[in-house]
């Protein structure tokens, strides 16, 4: 459950190839049914060693230092042989614990819901109430491997991304990272069929998952990349702020100073006429807000870049 640029590459893909890549759930499969909960999120950690495992490194032929990798996802097809996911409230985890004075818990009781997903549909009984939930799937942690030291796939940093949350990270996206080390080394994992902004319990809608992408190859002008990793989507284009241990509302100033300058540099707007313009059709979609973990998606219509 680590990026690390010396675990050697388990495929090698040509830039515009097609990979499928199989994914594990957040838990590596922990989670079977709903008496499986946990007292604390300290007993995850004390069993797996840490959380969100991670399918590669794969190596893109071609990709080296300097450049930039962009993944495009083509499909992602949650819980293709058991139909199944599951969230959970785990005591120490989320963003209503006890310890921020933020509190649900305790006293919420530890609780793990299984949901069955098919035809595009989740649903799900909470309180006997049966729930029902469009799927929505994405990738809930990408990273590149780091320039230098190894890092658990359970964090975040502007390197090579890590544990972001972003539900845009769908189907259609296309998801830009700087290549550290030659190859690129891509890892995907912790597919979500769905979740609500900030994932306030910590826990989403949890799957193994199918995941079909491409890898394109592009120079940090041609991708018009400033510091941030860049999410593009058919209509918006956006950046990712999360560098754990940073508060949310400094994430977004990031991630909005990163928009003002790519206008500025790229697309003709002085600096102050960026500002205003993000000040009227800026948005910002919270991955997650669960200390240390911070992130946000900061982005802007496409029709406004003309």
């Known amino acids: ?84 996911g599951w969230t959970a409230v785990i005591p120490g985890w989320g963003a209503l614990v006890h310890d921020q004075g933020y509190t649900l818990q305790p006293p919420v009781t530890p609780a793990t819901t299984i949901c069955e997903i098919s035809e595009g549909q989740i649903t799900m009984t909470l309180d006997g109430r049966t729930v029902r939930i469009p799927a929505r799937p994405f990738l809930g942690t990408v990273g590149v491997a780091p320039a230098t030291e190894r890092r658990l796939t359970l964090s975040q940093s502007r390197e090579y991304l890590g544990d972001a949350d972003q539900p845009d990270l769908g189907e259609g996206a296309t998801l830009i990272l700087p290549v550290n080390v030659d190859g690129a080394l891509v890892s995907v994992g912790a597919v979500h069929a769905d979740q609500g902004d900030g994932e306030v319990t ?23 990349y400033g510091r ?15 560098f754990q241990g940073v508060a949310l509302d400094d994430c977004i100033r990031a991630g909005y100073l990163d928009l003002v300058r790519r206008l500025h540099r790229h697309h003709g707007f002085t600096e102050a006429a960026a500002y205003q313009l993000l000040g009227q059709v800026g948005r910002v979609r919270v991955g997650n807000m669960i200390d240390p973990f911070y992130s946000a998606l900061v982005s802007v219509e496409r029709r406004y870049f003309v």
């Open 1 to 84: 459950m680590v990026f690390d640029r010396d675990i050697d590459p388990v495929v090698t893909v040509d830039p515009g190839e097609p990979v499928l890549i199989e994914t594990a759930d957040s838990l590596c499969g922990l989670v079977k049914s709903e008496g499986d909960v946990f007292g604390h999120i300290d007993e995850v950690f004390e069993r797996l060693g840490g959380a969100n495992p991670v399918t590669g490194p794969i190596e893109v032929r071609g990709a080296t230092t300097g450049m930039c990798v962009a993944m495009t996802v083509d499909r992602i097809v949650p819980a293709p042989e058991t139909r199944q």
């Open 202 to 224: 910590g826990v989403a809608i949890e799957v193994e998952a199918d995941v079909t992408v491409r890898f394109d190859l592009l120079e940090p002008e041609e991708a018009e």
């Open 228 to 242: 941030l990793p860049v999410l593009e989507t058919e209509d918006r284009v956006g950046v990712i702020a999360g």
